[in-house]
Every structure is written in C-alpha cells, then in structure tokens.
C-alpha cells in the first residue's frame, strides 16, 4: 500500500517507519525542511532506541522516503495519516486543533481517487466529523472516508510498542476504509492483536479515557506513597500487593515525583475540558490533574526537609532531565517544576541528563549543565535522581561521598533501597518509618 504520514515527529516517523518494516510504502511528510532534510541523510530529529535503524534499512530499501511537500504523495495515496501535534490551547487547555485542521485542508487540496484519512494524532470527540467537513467542503467530489485510529505507543519502547500492541483501535464504519486499515495491520496479524472496530467518537473517546486512566492509577500511587510516609509503611510493598492481584495490574504502580510527558498531562487537561464541555464533568480526572500539578513543583519539599529545611545556599545535582529514560522528550517533564522550584528557593542547580541535555538547555535557565553524573555531584549538598536512566543504577557511591559537600540522596524514582547505601542519608518515595498519627 502506499503511504503518506503528515507529521514526522514522534509518532509519525515512529509509525512510518514501522508500515515501511511491514513492506508498506511511506512518505514521511513535515512542514520542518530541517528535519525532512536531516531526515534524507540519515540523520534523526528524536532519540528512540532503535528508529535510525529502522529509517537507515527502510530508506536504502525504498519504502520510506521523505519530503516537505504533501501534493505528490498525496495524489498516489491509498491512506493518509495525520500525526502532527495537538498541543493544549494557551489559555484554556483544550487540545490545540489547529495544525490537525490545516493538515486536512492541505490533504483536500492534493485527494485523487479513493483515500483514506486517518487521524492517528490525539484528538477530542468529533475532530474526525471536523476533518469530514473539511474535507467535504472544499473537494466535494473526492472519495476520502476519514477514520480514528489512536496511537497508544511509548516513547523508548516505540518500536515495540508499534510491532507488538496490546490492541489496535479504528473509528470507522466505513467498509471501504476497514479493508484498508486490515491491509495496513495485516503484517501483526501473526501475533494476533486484537483489532476493535469501532465508530469514530468511540475511538477518540478511547484514547483520552486510556491515558486518563493510567495517570490517575499513578496519581494514586504517589498519593499512597504520601500515606505511607505518614504511617510507616512501603509503598513498593503496598504497590507489589495490590498489583498481583489481576483485577488491578502491576503496571503503572511506581510512585515518582508526579507524571509528565507530551501526553498525560495535557490529555487529562483535554478530557476535562470536553467533559465540561458536554456537562459530563470527569471530577476524578480533574483531581487527578491537579494532584499531580502540585506534586511535581512540591517534589522540593522533600529535597529542602533533607538539607534540614532550608534550602538558600545549597547545591543540588540533579540527575534526569527527560520526563522518563530512553527518550530526549523534555515535554512536561517534572524536573522542570522541580529545578524551578529549587533556585526559586535560593540553591544552585547543577544537571545532568544521558540524552536530553540539549533538549533541557532550551527549557531550563539559570542552572550549570555538568558532563556526567559525577562532575554533576562535585561539592554537592544532595544528589536527586528524577529520572531513572539505566547509567544511574549502579553509582560508585564511595566515590559520590568523597567528592559531595553532604552525603545525601534523595531518590525520587526508588531506584536504589536505603540499606544499600551505607554512610548516605537516603530518602525515598514512600518508604515511611513506623510514626503515629
Ligand atoms: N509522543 C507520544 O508518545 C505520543 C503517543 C501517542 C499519541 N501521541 C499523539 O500523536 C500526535 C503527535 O505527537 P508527537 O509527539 O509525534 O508530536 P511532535 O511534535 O513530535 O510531531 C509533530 C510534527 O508535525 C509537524 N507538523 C505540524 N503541522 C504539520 C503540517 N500541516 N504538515 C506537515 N507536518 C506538520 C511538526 O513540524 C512536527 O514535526 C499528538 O496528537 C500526540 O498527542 C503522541
């Protein structure tokens, strides 16, 4: 089938690479000449394990090519995606539709004979009847049935996630369309997906209840977590207890400072505002929003009850700058609340990140950028993990205590457990001592 993705960031170069893998052929489309020309030579815009791979053996094979310019692609198309970005409206929160509509304008524009459209961006109930419309109104000869089909893959395990998913949801009850979309997934028929057909709105609607979903079991993590400091008890026992049992899942259980990301955040925020919109207000997901707001700048509590307090003077290395490992996504990420919070309140910010230093450079002011965990912990007062990159699980701690002002770790992801660290003051998420009310 030949292929045409508009958006070539995260999803879209994710996905076009994989429908090439597949023996599809694709042309990854984005209006950054930038990228679309870094892109031709090899070299990529994202870090995801694995993608250059996939993109360097695609392109040589030709099935994946790239370009700035829709119209061509378009005219030979048999499925049309959209992945470009749906940020959250300044102002109001709502998802930014903007660059979905003017994708969908410029696709009317290039339609020939029968094309699907599929949006594979996040977007709220009834975008897809918008895009029709669009569609509709400005070429209403052409044949174009548009179909939801979300994508719930994982930044640092795309790949994976794109060839191996849990399930694949189309918003469609066009049969035309469907037989496309079965053409387009076929290649994962032999591990056997699921496929849910669906209408359109229940498609859109699933995607937002998913990620909702899965911040709010976080958020509630990080609330026992508190709980747990409080009562004297572990939260990674709590997690582990509550997690076997297959009603709940183990997934998603890992109390950290609050979740972040190009997704969670401002999808729960979408989904509230299309909740409030409807007057079905989602009160749990709101909730869940704000906790998880206020936890992230709040992480400096526990940093500034470490150092006795006060935090005016102090050094802190922080360790993780991307929102989670294995990506350069700064998007949301609570180091940036965090290390806000840390200078607003009189200490020196000196950071770290494997990946994402470049990316941080461009969100984070006013802090010293250091070339490695240990030039990072250089006459520090506390060393914090925020993000558990792999490099960060086995640190020479005699080497961290001799070279740090104070012997402290304040470890937000419980990567480490307090009794592996002897001659360090460690403190975790939720690994309470035994107090009374
Ligand atoms: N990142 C994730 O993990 C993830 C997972 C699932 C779903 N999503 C959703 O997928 C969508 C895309 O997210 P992303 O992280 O890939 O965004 P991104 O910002 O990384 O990429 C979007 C790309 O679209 C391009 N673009 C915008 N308008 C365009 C146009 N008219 N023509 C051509 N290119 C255009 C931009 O230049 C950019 O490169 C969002 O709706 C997001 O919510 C993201």
Not at 48 to 54: T, V
Not at 150 to 172: M, S, W, Y
Not at 302 to 328: C, E, M, S
Request: net charge negative.
């Amino acid at each position: 089938m030949r292929v045409v993705m508009i958006g070539s960031g995260y999803v879209g170069l994710v996905s076009g690479a994989c429908f090439a893998d597949f023996g599809h052929h694709v042309t990854c489309v984005d209006k950054d000449a930038d990228k679309i020309a870094r892109l031709r030579k090899g070299v990529l815009p994202i870090f995801e394990p694995d993608l250059d791979r996939l993109v360097v053996a695609n392109t040589r094979e030709k099935r994946l090519d790239f370009s700035i310019d829709l119209a061509g692609p378009v005219a030979d198309a048999d499925a049309v995606f959209i992945a470009v970005g749906t940020p959250s409206r300044r102002g109001d929160g709502h998802a930014d539709l903007s660059y979905v509509y003017a994708a969908a304008a410029e696709i009317a524009t290039a339609l020939t004979g029968l094309t699907v459209v599929i949006t594979k961006s996040t977007v709220p109930v009834g975008t897809g009847d918008e895009v029709e419309r669009i569609i509709r109104e400005l070429r209403p000869e052409v044949d174009a049935p548009v179909v939801s089909n979300p994508e719930f893959l994982r930044e640092g395990a795309a790949i994976q996630d794109f060839k191996h998913p849990d399930r694949i949801v189309v918003g469609t009850e066009d049969e035309r369309a469907r037989k496309v979309m079965a053409e387009l997934y076929r290649p994962l028929y032999l591990n056997q997906p699921p496929i849910l057909y669906t209408s359109r709105r229940t498609a859109e609607l699933t995607k937002y209840a998913a990620n909702a979903f899965l911040a709010t079991k976080i958020t509630f993590i990080n609330e026992i977590a508190e709980l747990c400091e409080k009562v004297g008890a572990d939260v990674q026992q709590v997690a582990r207890g509550i997690g076997l049992d297959n009603r709940i899942g183990s997934k998603f259980l890992h109390a950290g400072p609050g979740y972040g990301g190009s997704c969670f955040p401002k999808d729960t925020v979408a989904l509230i505002k299309t909740g409030q919109d409807y007057e079905a207000p989602l009160r749990i997901v709101e909730t869940v929003a704000a906790v998880n707001e206020a936890r992230k700048r709040g992480m400096f509590r526990k940093i500034a009850a470490a150092l006795g307090g006060n935090l005016r003077g102090k050094t802190i290395a922080v360790l993780g700058l991307t929102f989670k490992p294995n990506t350069d996504d700064m998007r949301e990420a609570p180091s940036i609340p965090l290390i806000t919070a840390l200078t607003d309140m009189g200490a020196t910010v000196r950071a770290y990140d494997p990946v994402g230093m470049e990316q941080a450079r461009q969100v984070l002011t006013g802090i010293d950028f250091c070339d490695g965990p240990y030039a990072c912990a250089e006459n520090a007062d506390a060393l914090v993990i925020v993000t558990e990159w792999e490099q960060f699980r086995a640190l020479d701690f005699d080497r961290l205590k001799a070279m740090m002002r104070q012997a402290v770790l304040v470890d937000l992801r419980n990567v480490y457990r307090p009794e592996e660290l002897p001659g360090f003051a460690y403190h975790g998420i939720g690994r309470g001592r035994e107090a009374g009310p």
